[in-house]
C-alpha cells in the first residue's frame, strides 16, 4: 500500500504549456503539501492545506494553482509553463499526532 | 523565524567508518527536530525525530542524533557507515505550534566509498 502517490511520475512538456500534477495520500491526514526540489536538492515549500483549506501560500508565481478536492486529494496545476519550472516537485502529508511528514515518490518535471 | 543550516554540502568517507552530518537551527520558539534521508530519485523517507524527552534519539538504518538546545544542533551520526547509506540528507525543525511549515536544511549528501 503506498501512503503518499503522485502522478505523473515523469512530465516532458514544452514551454507554454499547462499541466497537472496529483497526489493522493491513503494515511488519513488532514494536512498536506507541496514542495520544490531544484537541481541543487533544495527544498521550497509551495502549499500546504489542513482539510481542504490553503493555510501556506508561499511566495510562489500565480501560474501555480493547487487544488484540494478531498482531504486525501491534493493536485497541482501549472500553467504557461517555463524553463525555471523544471525541478522535481513532491507531495507530502503530515501526521497531526507524530508531526513526521510523508513524502511521495516525487514527479520530475521537464519543460523544454 | 526559524532556520536550518547545514554546513557540509558534502561528506566523502569510507566504508566502516563513522560519519557525523552536522545540522545547527536558529528558532524563536520551540521545535520539534527531523532528519530526513533521500536516496537517488526517490522521494524523502524519515529518519529519526525528536519531539522531546531523551535528547538521544535513535532512527533506522543505525542512525542517532543528539538534541543540543545549548548549541541549538542536532548532528546525526553512524558509528560505521555501508555503502547502502550513500544518499542526501536534510534536517528540518517545525515550530511547536499548529499548522506550521517545515523548515528544511540544503542537505549533505553523504558518498560512502569502499
Known amino acids: 500500500d503506498t501512503a503518499v502517490s503522485q502522478t505523473p511520475k515523469y512530465l516532458v512538456t514544452q514551454m507554454g504549456n499547462d499541466k497537472s500534477i496529483k497526489c493522493e495520500q491513503n494515511?488519513?491526514?488532514?494536512?498536506m503539501y507541496w514542495y520544490k526540489q531544484d537541481s541543487k536538492k533544495f527544498l521550497k515549500i509551495m502549499f500546504s492545506?489542513?482539510?481542504?483549506?490553503?493555510?501556506i501560500n508561499e511566495t510562489v508565481p500565480n501560474r501555480f494553482s493547487p487544488k484540494s478536492p478531498d482531504k486525501a486529494h491534493l493536485n497541482l496545476h501549472i500553467n504557461s509553463l517555463e524553463l525555471g519550472d523544471s525541478a522535481v516537485y513532491f507531495c507530502a502529508s503530515e501526521s497531526g499526532a507524530t508531526y513526521e511528514q510523508y513524502f511521495g515518490p516525487g514527479t520530475r518535471l521537464t519543460v523544454t | 523565524a526559524q532556520s536550518v543550516t547545514q554546513l557540509d554540502s558534502q561528506v566523502p568517507v569510507f566504508e566502516e567508518a563513522p560519519v557525523e552530518l552536522r545540522c545547527n537551527y536558529s528558532?524563536?520558539?520551540?521545535?520539534?527536530l527531523f532528519w530526513y534521508v533521500q536516496y537517488p530519485n526517490q522521494g524523502l523517507q524519515l529518519l529519526l525525530k525528536?519531539?522531546?524527552?531523551?535528547?538521544l534519539v535513535k532512527g533506522i538504518n543505525g542512525f542517532e542524533a543528539e538534541f543540543n538546545k545549548s548549541q541549538t544542533s542536532f548532528h546525526l551520526r553512524k558509528p560505521s557507515v555501508h555503502i547502502s547509506d550513500t544518499a542526501e540528507y536534510f534536517c528540518?525543525?517545525?515550530?511547536?505550534?499548529?499548522?506550521?511549515?517545515?523548515?528544511f536544511g540544503s542537505g549533505t549528501k553523504l558518498n560512502v566509498k569502499p
Open positions: 494515511l488519513g491526514h488532514d494536512t
Open positions: 528558532s524563536s520558539v520551540s521545535v520539534y
Open positions: 492545506y489542513n482539510n481542504k483549506e490553503l493555510i
Open positions: 525528536y519531539l522531546s524527552g531523551s535528547t
Open positions: 528540518a525543525v517545525s515550530p511547536r505550534r499548529g499548522m506550521d511549515k517545515f523548515y
